[in-house]
């Protein structure tokens, strides 16, 4: 079935430092991709989607490209700041067989962005 | 916005006893899902729903069981509690946009349930 990889966290950096979390699938055909974040005590929100190959979902400061030919979907913001720390999940919805429409989440990563 | 709701936030709840945590959304969404969230292990579906009285299993339904009379609303059942059930729920929903489950969902709050 579809999975979902990434970066073992806890990730912990210093505020405007660059981030990246790694974030590569495993799927059949062309899945969307998404990062979701969690800050303490929420449920998860939407931060970004990718629904195609070469597409580049952003909002935030944050940015992933869909990137069919590595699978993979890696997250970036060039400056992070202490109130993006939280969990980032990322995320694909399957597009072929059994997995078809079905979410299939990475473990998460927790960040941590100092002062 | 679209806003999911959970009945609870944090319960505490003894082996054996029948447990429901409620869901609803606002948004008039056709799919709505049930997760659980463990450190480590990222999310996993247990049920989903994609209309009213219709049911599907996900990756981990053993112990638990589903309602869904009205279209906002799902419910989600622990027969008869566990330890090994404790854990963070976490309830979505989203359109029926692409084939049958669509596609962004939108998470409520959570539930932190504790079996003792």
């Known amino acids: 079935g579809d999975s979902v990889t990434q970066m073992e966290g806890p990730v912990t950096l210093s505020e405007e430092a660059f981030l990246t979390i790694n974030c590569t699938y495993t799927?059949?055909?062309?899945?969307?991709l998404f990062w979701y974040v969690q800050y303490p005590g929420e449920g998860l929100q939407l931060l970004l989607k990718?629904?195609?190959?070469?597409d580049k979902g952003s909002n935030k400061g944050f940015e992933a490209t869909y990137r069919k030919e590595t699978t993979s979907f890696h997250l970036e913001k060039g400056s992070v700041q202490v109130s993006d720390s939280a969990v980032y999940f990322c995320?694909?919805?399957?597009?072929?067989?059994?997995?078809?429409?079905?979410?299939?989440f990475g473990q998460g990563t927790i960040l941590t962005v100092h002062p | 916005d679209v806003k999911v709701t959970q009945s609870s936030r944090y319960l505490v709840k003894r082996t054996g006893e029948k447990v429901f945590l409620e869901c609803v959304q606002d948004?008039?969404?056709?799919?709505m899902f049930w997760y659980r969230q463990d450190p480590g292990l990222g999310l996993r579906l247990i049920y989903f729903?994609?209309?009213?009285?219709?049911?599907e299993k996900g990756d981990i339904p053993e112990g638990y069981s589903v309602s869904r009379e009205k279209k906002e609303r799902f419910s989600l059942i622990l027969e008869s509690a566990s330890t090994n059930q404790t854990s963070m729920y976490l309830c979505?929903?989203?359109?029926?946009?692409?084939?049958?489950?669509?596609?962004?969902?939108?998470f409520g709050p959570g539930t932190r349930l504790l079996v003792l």
């Open positions: 979505a929903s989203s359109l029926k946009l692409r084939g049958v489950l669509g596609e962004t969902q939108y």
């Open positions: 799927a059949t055909g062309y899945p969307s």
């Open positions: 990718a629904t195609k190959a070469d």
């Open positions: 995320a694909l919805i399957g597009a072929g067989g059994t997995s078809y429409g079905k979410l299939t």
């Open positions: 948004m008039d969404h056709e799919n």
């Open positions: 729903s994609y209309d009213v009285k219709m049911k």
